[in-house]
């Protein structure tokens, strides 16, 4: 399983030679992020891989421990992978690893709408705008019976809309720019502008290639520090 964390940017159109057709596209900012925390199945009961995205200047104090030694990322997501994947801990995820053709699956936060009454949130037609109507011609009407006397669990009423986890599947990738970290995806994307997005396709992740040399740095320094052998003593 291939996976990136992106925002969205931009709707934008694409014009393709080889068809001659205009493809409408979104534009995500996808990577560069680095994986954060790799979660085993021995130690936490499941593979996943903890993926940092987007930087900002102040961080809660736990998160400054979290992230010791990386930087003060704004957005952590975790990607569930199987054994066969190596992953590593501050392994870089670019906009690379997908390539045009490919279908992927886009996770995303949609537009929240606020409070909204039935005819808007759940398509009533509300009531005739004659014969003793007055004021009642977006309200939902009766919400149950006497006998009852409660209202059912799940009855349509008014309440608030959007802000809701989506997920769109079979998105074609229509092109990659992996210097400038875009990704050109064929369609619409659930969000609005600059909203988070969670990208995953099948397949392979690149090697590993971590930027943790803390550990060699720690080896040459015992290394230099170590003590001289003492001469015997001589009398």
């Not at 397949?203 to 170590?226: F, N």
Request: charged share 25%.
């Amino acid at each position: 399983m291939k996976f990136i964390l992106g925002r969205k940017l931009k709707m934008t159109q694409i014009f393709q030679a080889d068809t001659g057709k205009v493809v409408p596209v979104t534009m995500i900012e996808a990577g560069p992020c680095q994986v954060v925390q790799v979660k085993t199945l021995e130690k936490d009961g499941y593979r996943a891989a903890q993926v940092g995205f987007l930087t900002k200047r102040k961080i809660s104090r736990p998160l400054l421990g979290h992230l010791k030694g990386l930087p003060n990322f704004r957005y952590l997501k975790e990607f569930l992978f199987d054994d066969q994947q190596a992953i590593a801990k501050g392994q870089q995820i670019t906009a690379d690893i997908f390539q045009a053709g490919e279908k992927v699956k886009v996770t995303g936060f949609s537009k929240g709408q606020g409070f909204q009454g039935v005819v808007k949130r759940h398509g009533f037609h509300g009531s005739p705008a004659s014969h003793g109507h007055k004021d009642q011609l977006r309200m939902p009407g009766s919400i149950g019976a006497t006998a009852p006397q409660h209202v059912f669990k799940g009855t349509r009423m008014a309440g608030r809309m959007g802000n809701e986890k989506i997920s769109v599947l079979n998105l074609e990738v229509v092109d990659v720019q992996g210097k400038q970290n875009l990704i050109y995806l064929k369609g619409a994307v659930p969000g609005a502008r600059n909203s988070l997005l969670l990208i995953q396709a099948p397949g392979e992740m690149p090697a590993v290639v971590t930027s943790d040399k803390s550990a060699e740095a720690k080896e040459e320094v015992k290394e230099e520090r170590a003590p001289a052998a003492i001469p015997p003593n001589v009398s």
